[in-house]
């Protein structure tokens, strides 16, 4: 049974107001009146201004829904769910439950109070494919717990307004949606894309128009100044505190939505104008059917982009070419006329350098630890790229994993007795076996000999558990 970790006690709604009446004025002598409503029209008018009224009113006490006992238990989940680093305080995700245990009571008059300030977020670099760093900023594990929470309640509140070509970050969409939907753009003959890329989107998104954005649909100011509060919070470098003027700090669990809002106005002039695009998150492509409407699209859309939104595109990452010499969410396509996904050639590289670190042979570990740390990889990889309609690269990814595997295993035996005494069990002949053992040849080139390939084959190494991607690929073709 579960420890209640918080009290709750949500106030009572407000009473509404009762809409204003709009003056009829009534008809005049001569019988030519400006304004004559019949009692239907009279009737249709008043229930409009009502609900109206009742709609705007809907979103004033969101406080209240944000600190509302379930809201609270479902963000509480996900945090801990979601697991994460730590932030400046050091508190872990296993802390939060007995801190809000004991504090929840002050956090929630601070909230509903309008006076709560959330703490500096620890910044944190990681670099990036293509050279530079990507900047994160971790909150707190309490500040991510009630961001959480208020993103569960705005989200309903926004999602109605978004496109449906806008995949990121949003309930029923997703990163393969979006390359499907960009597979049907192309495969109905619109085969140039204006892939626009977004200059450090989300250091650069300004404060005021993102919170003007909100306020338009969100009517409760204790939400208003929350959010602004976690956006000028600041960063902790050095031991000292920032103060962050511009952006949005990657991290948070509100950062995606706020994102969302950001653009949402770039997909409504998208639509507007009639293009073809999909958006995932700062990652936009439209689809024309000539390079000559492309670059008309993608001059116009840089100045909405740098005039309304006060955002830069990235001239050196943005073009305006054929799909399959571009990439969009780790895919791209073939360039005959079936369009077939295919995994882009930087996503294979980066996955070779990623199996490459897994099985370096300068890293001590058993064969069964390897295995476990990649087929973990392997696993979520596939997952993910399984729509790809291209079997045959699998299938080389395969062997060369193969390849390298069997180069950490000949390592592993060294000594030349072990090599000999190792293949004869596996059912090489010991002639065979000789020639391989007494090799002068390195590790690398020794692990795709034919008599190496024999021994240490796709059945050696599906019987020891390593995920095969050829096989993953059929199993996620048959459940698709």
């Known amino acids: 049974m579960r420890t209640k970790i918080w009290e709750t006690s949500i106030g ?30 009279v009737q249709s008018m008043l229930m409009t201004q009502g609900t109206k009224h009742i709609l705007a009113n809907q979103n004033i006490d969101l406080m209240e829904k944000v600190v509302e006992r379930g809201n609270l238990k479902k963000a509480l989940e996900r945090v801990e769910n979601n697991k994460g680093a730590p932030g400046v305080d050091d508190m872990e995700v296993k802390e939060l439950r007995p801190y809000l245990k004991e504090h929840w009571v002050n956090i929630k008059q601070e909230l509903l109070e309008g006076t709560y300030r959330p703490t500096p977020v620890r910044r944190v670099e990681i670099p990036k494919q293509g050279g ?4 994160l900023g971790i909150p707190t594990v309490l500040d991510r717990f009630i961001q959480q929470a208020i993103q569960q309640v705005l989200t309903p509140i926004f999602e109605p307004e978004f496109s449906q070509f806008s995949y990121g970050f949003r309930p029923g969409k997703g990163a393969r949606r979006a390359v499907r939907q960009s597979q049907r753009f192309i495969q109905s003959g619109k085969r140039i894309v204006v892939d626009i890329d977004l200059e450090k989107f989300f250091d650069r998104v300004n404060h005021d128009i993102l919170m003007s954005k909100v306020a338009g649909q969100v009517h409760d100011k204790r939400i208003h100044k ?20 511009e952006g949005t700090p990657q991290g948070g669990p509100i950062s995606p939505l706020l994102a969302n809002i ?11 104008r009639g293009h073809s695009f999909v958006r995932y998150a700062d990652d936009c492509n439209i689809y024309v059917k000539s390079k000559r409407a492309g670059q008309r699209v993608y001059a116009s859309i840089g100045r909405f982009i740098q005039e309304r939104l006060k955002l830069k595109v990235n001239e050196g990452k943005s073009a305006v070419d054929f799909p399959w010499n571009r990439s969009f969410l780790g895919f791209s396509v073939t360039s005959f006329l079936q369009n077939k996904l295919r995994i882009a050639s ?30 973990s990889y392997l696993c979520g990889w596939s997952g993910y790229f399984g729509i790809a309609e291209t079997r045959s690269i699998f299938q080389e990814l395969d062997e060369w994993i193969r390849r390298r595997l069997r180069m950490c295993l000949l390592k592993q035996w060294k000594r030349w007795r072990t090599k000999l005494r ?7 002949p010991e002639k065979w076996a000789i020639l391989v053992a007494l090799s002068r040849k390195r590790y690398w080139r020794l692990a795709n000999t034919p008599q190496i390939n024999k021994a240490l084959g796709i059945a050696y190494w599906r019987k020891q558990g390593l995920i095969i991607l050829v096989d993953r690929y059929y199993e996620l073709l048959v459940s698709s």
């Open 12 to 41: 009572d709604a407000k009473n509404a107001e009762n809409p204003g009446e709009k003056k009829i004025r009534e008809p005049s002598a001569g019988g030519g009146s400006e304004f004559c409503f019949g009692p239907h029209e």
């Open 132 to 135: 530079g760093v990507r900047q």
């Open 226 to 245: 929350l959010i602004r509060r976690y956006l000028q919070s600041g960063v902790m470098l050095n031991g000292c505190c920032v103060r962050t003027e």
């Open 262 to 272: 950001m653009l949402n106005d770039l997909d409504k002039e998208l639509t507007r």
């Open 346 to 375: 930087k996503t294979r590289e980066r996955f070779k350098e990623r199996i490459r670190r897994l099985t370096s042979r300068s890293k001590s570990m058993s064969m069964k630890e390897r295995l476990e740390k990649l087929n």
């Open 422 to 428: 190792e293949l004869v069990v596996l059912g090489i």
